[in-house]
């Protein structure tokens, strides 16, 4: 199965696309902690990257099309993949079609997960006093959801047209979000 997990920040991406790709067991594929994993000290780190993130904006099409060009090409993701936060533009999700077509390969399922806003903020604040990312100050994230109306929501459009869409609201426990995503499965799946 190849799925990707479409969301504003803080929806739950991260935890509930973790939790399915474990269900499946194919690789997990996080752009986001690729990209942070490029800027880890000791990397061949591009100051551009560590820029952009901090600032909550997009990285460039042709570093994360790079990035998810060479993880695929790994023997773990020859039967599948999770992609969590990719794409998140239009030009991405044409690049994401043409690299699985290259592998005879083509999308399964497409994710959406939603919640409003306010639950959104609060979540990120939440998780800034833990975790400490620089991304997660609250002028970053009103920053970061902003991106995410004018560059990625357009893409559910795109999803709808081809048919391959599933929209879950991402509210509610841990649990019950996921139990949700396990409906959009198809029934032989789900258990
Ligand atoms: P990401 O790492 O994808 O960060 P994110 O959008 O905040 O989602 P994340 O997965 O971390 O949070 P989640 O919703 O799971 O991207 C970071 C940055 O990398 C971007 O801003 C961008 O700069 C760059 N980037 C990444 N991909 C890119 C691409 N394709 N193109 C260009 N740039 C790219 O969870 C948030 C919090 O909510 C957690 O603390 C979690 O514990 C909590 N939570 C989860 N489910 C919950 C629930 N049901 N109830 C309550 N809390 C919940």
Known sequence: MYIVFIGPPGVGKGTQSRRLARHFAIPHLSTGELLRAACAPGANRDPQVSQHLAQG???????????????????????????????????????????????????????????????LIRRLQQRASTEKRTDDSPETIRHRLRIYREETAPLIEFYQHSGQLQTVEGVGTQDEVFDRIAMCLPAKQRS
């Open 57 to 119: 904006r997009l990285v460039s099409d042709q570093v994360v099309n790079e990035i998810v060009n060479r993880r695929l090409a790994d023997d773990d993701c020859s039967r599948g993949c999770l992609f969590d936060g990719y794409p998140r533009t239009k030009v991405q999700a044409r690049v994401l079609d043409e690299l699985l077509a290259a592998r005879s390969q083509k999308l399964d399922l497409v994710l959406e997960l939603r919640a409003d806003e306010d639950e």
